[in-house]
């Protein structure tokens, strides 16, 4: 099982790579990863679980957060309806790639945060507000789907892992706050 401590911090060198494709078919070690993933997430988001082991909730993992430099990232998106446990989005995605993106760019009113960085960076963190997204699946089938608003920015998050970004990159310096015109704020 997943914890807390099994998730690496901001300057471990890990978090800097460009991490590797997975090969197809996926292992077996590959798959258990991709379960372990989403099963931490799970976790994560539910309260009596999250406090026996000390989760903080997460809605996306990668997998160099567990500092294994693999392009393997779980999303697990709650649909906000404590009355519907339905998820809006939730896979574990093998060597995910954004084919192509809207024009209009869309960030999180509240900024972001990190599993991986212990400490708040304010800030609006602008992204692309639509992706098309190829992906392996945990059966080892090639998927291609649409994705907008908070579920392309947490795909975008897990993406950026895979290449060594952290979400901070994206913040204005000069002006945390900064936006362009046009950019769309998900509250
Ligand atoms: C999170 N937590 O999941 C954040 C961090 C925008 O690479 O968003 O570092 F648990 C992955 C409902 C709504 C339930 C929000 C992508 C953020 C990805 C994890 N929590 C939540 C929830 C959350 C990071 N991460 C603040 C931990
Ligand atoms: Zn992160």
Redesign the pocket.
């Known amino acids: 099982m997943i914890t807390m401590e099994d998730i690496i911090r901001e300057g471990n060198p890990t978090l800097r790579e460009v991490a590797h494709e997975v090969t197809v078919p996926l292992s077996d070690e590959d798959i258990k990863l991709g379960q372990d993933m989403m099963e931490f997430?799970k976790n994560?988001?539910d309260p009596v679980k999250a406090e026996e082991l000390g989760l903080?909730?997460?809605?996306?993992?990668?997998a160099p957060?567990l500092d294994i430099s693999k392009r393997i990232?779980a999303v697990h998106?709650?649909n906000?309806d404590l009355e519907n446990p339905e998820p809006t989005l939730s896979a574990v995605m093998y060597n995910p790639k954004i084919l192509s993106h809207s024009v209009q760019d869309a960030c999180?009113g509240e900024g972001?945060?990190?599993?991986?960085?212990d400490r708040e960076v304010p800030g609006y963190?602008v992204r692309h507000n639509k992706i098309t997204l190829s992906y392996i699946d945990t059966d080892g089938v090639k998927q291609k789907i649409r994705l907008k608003n908070?579920e392309a920015?947490?795909v975008q998050?897990?993406i950026?892992?895979l290449n060594g970004v952290m979400?901070y990159d994206h913040i204005n310096p000069e002006n945390p706050y900064a936006l362009k015109d046009g950019v769309l704020v998900i509250e």
């Open positions: 997430l994560s988001q903080r909730g997460g809605v996306g993992l990668a957060q990232i998106v709650p906000g999180l972001e945060g990190c599993l991986s960085v963190v908070y920015i947490v998050h897990e950026d892992h979400f």
